[in-house]
């Protein structure tokens, strides 16, 4: 079937979904396939259960006219999300980088949510099935959308743009995250570059933060470009506290004052400055900008704030790369409190540098006297240090619950894989 009449099709049932345990009566069930599964099993499973069309791509699961094979159920889901992206005359904000992607891209909805009608990614659907369905949640009276893209090799970045189609672009950092897939801390920068290369192309716009030096090279040739930053950019401010919050002060660009947000860590100064960046641009009134950051609150165990008893416990555990776990570990550092803990997880896809980057975070836990230190899985097991150490996150559970601490500041941290919120289940 033609995309242009697949798309007629999603004109009448504009939901799109890829999963009989939450399917939606009305949709229209792409039948993806993986390592693991094959979604055409599915198909006649999720016509019973009151999908308008399954659409397949393997003839022996054809079952009735509402049924419909092509070539490629995944390149026909990303082919729909790019020509309803060119039936949409808005400002797309693409997101990517190392690290903080998901945090500014909440900050950003809510501050353009403010005045205007505003789409974005829910959830982690940023590879390459979820920003298509992303797209596709967009409803064609949307205003703006902000769509996230994460990344683990290079030329994926390229290719989400290639449906996705931002007409503006943020890149928050070049960290050490995915460096098995990129190939180092160079290849991330060319990798998440490619936001960049398609924004110069498009002659479009990009929010850059000044203060990083590789990203004012690495944005070298884009035509509009709003700087954020702490000095000599456009949209500047500073830290005034960051304990427990963070609370920055605007200093250039925006009349907006002192900025009390539920963000714990200065390392999230970049973050606001960005929303604030985005806001101005879009001519958010001020006020309304600084009420959405002030309210936005994180949650899935992205820098939570969380008090148990008389312990104040961040709980950051939805991801780990040695630039997020140093941040982290030196805010605790900074942090004016006594009793402090660290429980620690391994970091994941670091290939060939992964001992390095790991004793590379021991030495710096060396550097403060705490409490406690806690360090699960991976190579932290393959590494010799004065610590703590558990196979996985809960026998770390078990030993932290024993323990009863009072009166503590606790960071939980970890890659993914070592599911570090565990440590938290009673």
Request: charged share 20%.
């Amino acid at each position: 079937m033609p995309i242009e009449e697949l798309y007629q099709l999603y004109l009448q049932h504009p939901l799109v979904q890829t999963d009989t345990r939450s399917l939606a009566s009305g949709c229209l069930f792409f039948a993806l396939k993986g390592d693991q599964f094959n979604g055409n099993q599915y198909a006649a499973q999720a016509l019973e259960q009151g999908a308008a069309y399954a659409i397949i791509d393997e003839p022996d699961y054809m079952t009735c006219e509402r049924t419909i094979l092509v070539p490629n159920v995944l390149k026909s889901l990303q082919a729909l999300a790019a020509h309803h992206r060119r039936q949409l005359t808005i400002p797309v904000l693409g997101i990517t980088g190392s690290n903080g992607k998901t945090t500014s891209k909440e900050l950003v909805h809510a501050v353009l949510s403010t005045t205007y009608k505003t789409a974005t990614t829910t959830g982690n659907l940023n590879n390459h099935i979820g920003i298509p369905l992303t797209l596709l949640r967009i409803p064609l009276d949307a205003e703006m959308a902000v769509v996230e893209m994460g990344a683990n090799h290079q030329q994926e970045i390229a290719g989400y743009c290639t449906y996705a189609a931002p007409s503006h672009g943020i890149i928050t950092n070049c960290g050490k995250a995915h460096l098995e897939g990129f190939g180092g801390v160079e290849g991330v920068r060319k990798g998440k570059g490619e936001l960049y290369d398609h924004l110069r192309n498009i002659q479009g716009t990009a929010f850059v933060m000044w203060d990083y030096d590789y990203l004012r090279q690495m944005s070298a040739g884009i035509p509009n470009i709003l700087t954020y930053g702490t000095q000599e950019a456009d949209i500047e401010g500073t830290i005034r506290q960051a304990q427990p919050f963070l609370e920055v002060e605007m200093t250039k660009g925006a009349l907006i004052g002192r900025i009390r947000t539920q963000l714990v860590g200065d390392y999230n100064l970049p973050n606001v400055l960005m929303a604030v960046a985005v806001g101005t641009h879009f001519q958010v009134a001020p006020e309304k900008i600084r009420q959405a950051i002030e309210s936005y609150t994180p949650s899935n165990s992205r820098s939570q704030l969380i008090t148990q008893g008389t312990n104040h416990i961040i709980l950051d555990a939805y991801n780990a790369n040695p630039s997020s776990m140093r941040l982290a570990i030196e805010n605790l550092m900074r942090l004016e409190a006594d009793n402090k803990i660290l429980m620690l997880g391994a970091m994941a896809e670091l290939g060939e540098d992964s001992l390095a980057e790991h004793q590379q975070i021991l030495e710096l836990i060396k550097q403060h006297p705490w409490k406690e230190v806690v360090l699960v899985g991976g190579d932290f097991l393959k590494l010799e240090h004065p610590y703590r150490g558990f196979s996985d996150s809960i026998a770390a559970r078990d030993w932290y619950h024993q323990q009863r601490f009072e009166h503590c500041h606790v960071l939980i941290k970890g890659s993914r894989s070592q599911r570090m919120e565990r440590l938290l289940e009673i």
